[in-house]
């Protein structure tokens, strides 16, 4: 900003406050200029809050039109503590009566205590997984494991760490006690087939540290059998099942049984529709729909009482958008025994908000499949589709580019960018006329101050004229 040195002295004329008046009417139209912006940046944040809210509604709906929505099931166990049951989507309905004799369990080993410390001996230990079956041991397919031991090096708690750090199928653990300490060895996983073998070849036999000690071979051997590993066995209906864990999964289609305890008396199983799921997916529906319109309503509303209009009242494009979702709500999917909402208990009500019918809903959820066509009914004709499909589709057309909110939005961003253009321009032309006042004004107090000069120089010529004639 031009300034000067203490402007008027010479005119005594207010000349900072008569500029500033004069820069403040070249400023006046900011103040109508920046109203402008305000508002419809207040547009701008409505406008994204509602597409946040649309795309709500479109996925509310992608969840009812899903396949699994309507084919929601529940399973429940009579006692849960002893034989815990999960379903499958889609599982039909079913139940039956299970009975626990035996859970599934590893192969244990312990060796003989050996003194705390102490080396075993050199040579390998080959630990082979498989069924001991009737006492005879039959291996798997995986490749047996070698583990090698140095004379003199390795201890049991070393020899523990090789076995653990290989792909033996077992884990191992150094126990300790006044005896000294022992070599404990547990399959991995459960059942007969993960039983085990451990042989030793022993490079210096008869050093006293005969690595034979932690040998298991079958009965007879160095290391004592604790727990064989054992199939779990149950029945469903009466009919025998095994199975080489305690996590069932393929016994019945769908359900996955976790036996815990051999039970005392059947287990009571069950499957049954899921009414709960499948009334969440509606109220979630529900209530995306009416987030949208009460914003709709609140921004678009004039309060006769406070006089006081919301930001996006006579707005054609918020006030379409409303009447637009109202008729996306009436739509109709034929070809199934429910075509619209109200025929479930999905109902309008006068102020717009939308409510369920918990009677009629309860009644329609007895028919899972019908709700399914209605929401989920695939057809080439988009009007002929499930009204799911059809409000993730439309909800896609309003806020992808070129869709009713983005163009909105895309056209307050642009209003908001001219406008700030033009105050730019306002301000750079007050800022030109301030330097033009300025300049104007130091002139003629310039002028001023050259005229009172040469009028006191008159006024003492005078008086010295005056002077010399008397």
Do not use: C, H
């Not at 008569?18 to 103040?31: G, I, K, W």
């Not at 499958?88 to 626990?100: D, H, K, N, R, Y």
């Not at 006030?319 to 075509?339: C, D, H, K, Q, Y």
């Amino acid at each position: 900003m031009a300034t000067i040195t203490s402007p008027g002295m010479a005119s005594g004329l207010p000349i900072k406050d008569m500029v500033a008046q004069l820069v403040a009417l070249e400023r006046a139209p900011l103040t109508g200029l920046q109203t402008q912006v305000n508002k419809a940046q207040s547009k701008l944040s409505l406008y994204g809050t509602i597409k946040s809210l649309v795309t709500s509604l479109g996925d509310a709906g992608a969840r009812l039109s899903e396949a699994n929505t309507f084919k929601a099931v529940k399973a429940t166990s009579s006692v849960p503590d002893v034989v815990g049951v999960t379903v499958a989507a889609g599982t039909p309905p079913t139940g039956f009566s299970l009975e626990v004799q035996r859970l599934a369990q590893a192969q244990n080993t312990s060796s003989a205590a050996v003194p705390t410390g102490s080396g075993m001996g050199a040579g390998t230990l080959t630990i082979t997984l498989g069924n001991w079956g009737s006492g005879s041991f039959v291996a798997g397919s995986q490749t047996p494991v070698q583990i090698t031991v140095e004379e003199g090096k390795d201890t049991l708690i070393d020899i523990a760490g090789q076995i653990n750090g290989s792909d033996a199928g077992v884990t191992a653990t150094v126990l300790k006690d006044a005896n000294g300490e022992r070599l404990l060895l547990r399959s991995k996983a459960t059942g007969a087939e993960m039983g085990f073998r451990v042989e030793a070849t022993d490079t210096n036999a008869g050093d006293g540290k005969d690595l034979g000690r932690l040998a298991y071979t079958g009965a007879g051997s160095p290391s004592t059998l604790t727990q064989a590993g054992l199939n779990a066995q149950f029945t469903i209906n009466g009919v025998a099942i095994e199975s080489a864990a305690n996590t069932v999964k393929d016994s019945v289609d769908g359900l996955t049984f976790e036996l815990k305890k051999v039970t005392t008396g059947p287990v009571e199983v069950s499957v049954s529709n899921d009414k709960d799921a499948m009334k969440k997916a509606v109220q979630g529906f529900v209530d995306a729909y009416n987030a949208v319109m009460d914003m709709l309503a609140t921004s678009t509303k004039y309060d006769p009482e406070t006089k006081v209009a919301g930001s996006l009242q006579g707005d054609s494009t918020a006030v379409g958008l409303r009447n637009a979702i109202r008729g996306m709500m009436r739509s109709s999917t034929p070809g199934g025994e429910f075509t619209q909402l109200v025929d479930v208990g999905i109902e309008i009500k006068s102020d717009g908000k939308m409510s369920i019918n918990s009677t009629k809903l309860d009644t329609a959820l007895d028919k899972p499949a019908e709700l399914g066509k209605l929401f989920g009914a695939s057809n080439v004709d988009p009007t002929l589709q499930g009204f799911g499909l059809k409000l993730d589709a439309f909800a896609d057309g309003l806020v992808e580019a070129g869709g009713t909110l983005s163009n909105r939005t895309d056209s307050l961003q642009a209003s908001i960018k001219r406008t700030n253009a033009e105050m730019d321009k306002v301000v750079d032309r007050a800022a030109r006329a301030e330097t033009r006042y300025l300049a104007y004004y130091n002139a003629m107090d310039a002028n001023v101050a050259r005229l009172n000069s040469l009028n006191a120089y008159i006024s003492q010529q005078v008086t010295m004229w005056n002077r010399s004639k008397g």
